[in-house]
Every structure is written in C-alpha cells, then in structure tokens.
C-alpha cells in the first residue's frame, strides 16, 4: 500500500472513532489534535480514562429508590417500566420501555436512566431459537 493509501485509512478509521464517540470525547477528557484526529491515552498510562459514573454506586441507589417507590406501585403496575435517576430520586413509569425512556429524557435532560420493572424484573428478555 502506499503512504497515501494507508493515510487516507487512518483518517477514514478515525472518522469512525469520532462517530462512536460522539460526546464521550469531553466526557472522559479525549482530546483532539489540529487535524482533528482523536488523541486516545496511551495503554498503562497515568492518563486514564475515568468513567463518570461508579456503576455499582448507582444501581445500589437505583435498586434502593425502586424499593421506597414500589409500595406505591405494586400489585396494580407490576408491569410497568420505571426509570429511575438515581442522584435526585426522581422517576417516571410508563408502560412501555420506549415511553419510559421518552419521559426520563423530557424530565432529566442529559442523566443517566436505571430501567427497571417496577416488580424488580428484566426490562427485555432476549429469547434464542
């Protein structure tokens, strides 16, 4: 391959990062160069990347939210889709999954959503031939 070739690849492969990425750039702190091509942080580096949420920390929020909220909802809307934010405590309940993502978002603009059924079970089951 020539170096024009194997240049315009890269580009077109960091195009493609810049796609996937999409706001994750600011959020974990990745930088750009003057040509626009992504600067990724090197493997074992003490320039990491942090993730923004402790996972674990939220869906112990979430799941203690949910627990408070469910006197509230259970026997009648056991089927119902909850949303919770786990940070403020707030939530919406919508029938659908869609829907509930639809209200959360309205609600909570640019939070991250714990989707659950209200009687504590999977949101989607995933069934294979």
Avoid: C, H
Avoid at 16 to 29: I, Q, V
Avoid at 32 to 40: D, S
Avoid at 89 to 114: C, L
């Amino acid at each position: 391959m020539t170096d024009l070739k194997i240049g315009f690849l890269r580009q077109r492969a960091l195009r493609g990062y810049k796609m996937a990425l999409g706001g994750a750039r600011t959020n974990f702190g990745l930088g750009e160069n003057e040509w626009g091509e992504i600067l990724m942080p090197k493997g074992k580096s003490e320039v990491a990347v942090k993730l923004p949420v402790d996972w674990n920390e939220f869906e112990r929020k979430a799941l203690e939210r949910l627990k408070e909220i469910q006197s509230e909802l259970l026997p009648e809307k056991a089927r119902f889709i909850v949303a919770i934010e786990p940070e403020s405590g707030g939530y919406v309940v919508a029938e659908t999954r869609d829907d509930a993502y639809r209200r959360f978002r309205r609600r909570f603009p640019g939070k991250i959503a714990f989707v659950i059924r209200a009687d504590g079970g999977p949101v989607m089951r995933l069934r294979f031939k």
